[in-house]
Structures are given as C-alpha cells and as structure tokens.
C-alpha cells in the first residue's frame, strides 16, 4: 500500500523558517518525481515545487521561488520542502504528492497525496 | 504565468451528466489533468493526460479536449460526487505547474 506522511508543519512568525518532510513507502521512492502542492484556508489548490526522482531537477511556483527549496533523500525515502522567509500568505495546508509513472518528467499527474501538514505563518 | 479558467461553480440533479470547463491558451499543447477534492481529504487524481481514467475511478468520468477548453464530464451524477474539481496542467513557457481555480460541484 502506497503511504505518504507529511510533517513539520507549525506556527511560526514572518520571516521565520520551517522545514517540512514527506516520508513515503509502498512503491520505489527513487524512480517517482514528487511534488508539493498547497491549500491556504478557504482557497484552491496551488502548485508549489517538483523535484525528479534523483532530485536533479527542480522546479518552483514563482510565489516560492529564492525562498523554498525541495531535496530528497531517496534511501531514506524522504522528501523534504525548506521554507525560509516564510510570509503570512505561506499560511497553508501542505500536501507532498507523487507522480503517476515512474519517469515522467514534471507534466506528470499526481496519483497518491498524503493527508497534509498545516504551516501557519502569523506574528 | 500560465492561467486556467474554471467556473466557480456547477449544478446538476442526481442522473444527469455534469461537465466542468477548464479554459489556457496552451491548453491544446498540454496535457491536462483533473482533481476531485472533497473537504478534509486529500485530493483525488479522477483523469489524466487529458483522458486517462485511474484504476479505481468510475467510469462515469471522462475527460476531453478541444481547442483551448478542456472538459471534465461526469455522467448519471450522484450525491458523493459533491466536490471541488480541479484541472491542472504543466506550463513549459515558465516551467511551473498550475492549478485552475476550481469548480464546485453541487448536486442538487
């Protein structure tokens, strides 16, 4: 069975720093690009980063851009999203997802999501 | 960055078909996927690469593209598919992913 866990969420003030980790299991981590995506209360979903299956490539929402960063660790089976300067409207909850097809580049669907880990980001 | 329309909102009576919209002007360059999210879950791949149905997924959802729109058709609709329905494409032009802003599934 396919798990994805989320943690590291919390409060913290602007301009402060969280790092959040994905920890997954049930399929072969390291051959699956991955994904954060997020939802701020009351909002839509937004599309936040992406990283390949050897962490090689990344890409950012211009709204993160120059302040998170996404890693992976893939014999530890862990993804992990770095957050500095985080704002008031980096209040969110934050979902890592995996992609469909082991190999697909970033246009590549998100088929399993963890439950999330809620960032609130507030003085 | 790119932008994908969505109306914010969509009603149907339980066996009729709903269909939801997805409008970019890359649209028809790029493959579009779509997303069920219900509140206090996590979201739902329901069709992607424009088409695609999950294993798992009812056959009742479909999905389809011409021009510039993309469509998420679901048919002989029912009370559990009441949810927010999301496409999402990926933008080369900026190399990022976007979200449309969601359509809410109502039915009646």
């Known amino acids: 069975e396919v798990q994805l866990l989320e943690s590291g969420g919390g409060l913290v003030q602007p301009g402060g720093s969280l790092r959040l980790s994905c920890v997954v299991s049930?399929?072969?981590?390291?051959?699956?690009?991955m994904g954060w995506v997020r939802q701020a209360p009351g909002k839509g979903l937004e599309w936040v980063s992406f990283?390949?299956?050897?962490?090689?490539?990344?890409y950012y929402a211009d709204s993160v851009k120059g302040r998170f960063t996404s890693t992976r660790d893939n014999p530890k089976n862990t993804l992990y999203l770095q957050m500095n300067s985080l704002r008031v409207e980096d209040t969110a909850l934050y979902y890592c997802?995996?992609?469909?097809?082991?190999?697909?580049?970033?246009?590549?669907?998100?088929?399993?999501w963890g439950q999330g880990t809620l960032v609130t980001v507030s003085s | 960055s790119h932008v994908l329309t969505q109306p914010p909102s969509v009603s149907e009576a339980p066996g009729e078909t709903a269909r939801v919209t997805c409008g970019g002007n890359?649209?028809?360059?790029?493959?579009v996927h779509w997303y069920q999210k219900k509140p206090g879950q996590a979201p739902v791949l329901v069709i992607y690469?424009?088409?695609d149905r999950p294993s798992g997924i009812s056959d009742r959802f479909s999905g389809s593209k011409s021009g510039n729109t993309a469509t998420l058709t679901i048919s002989r609709v029912e009370a559990g598919d009441e949810a927010d329905y999301y496409c999402?494409?990926?933008?080369?032009?900026?190399?990022?992913?976007?979200f449309g802003g969601g359509t809410k599934l109502t039915v009646l």
């Open positions: 997802a995996k992609t469909k097809i082991p190999g697909s580049g970033a246009g590549g669907a998100f088929d399993m």
């Open positions: 049930g399929f072969t981590f390291r051959t699956n690009a």
């Open positions: 990283i390949s299956g050897s962490g090689a490539a990344t």
């Open positions: 890359n649209i028809g360059t790029e493959s």
């Open positions: 690469y424009d088409s």
């Open positions: 999402q494409v990926w933008d080369s032009s900026s190399d990022q992913g976007v």
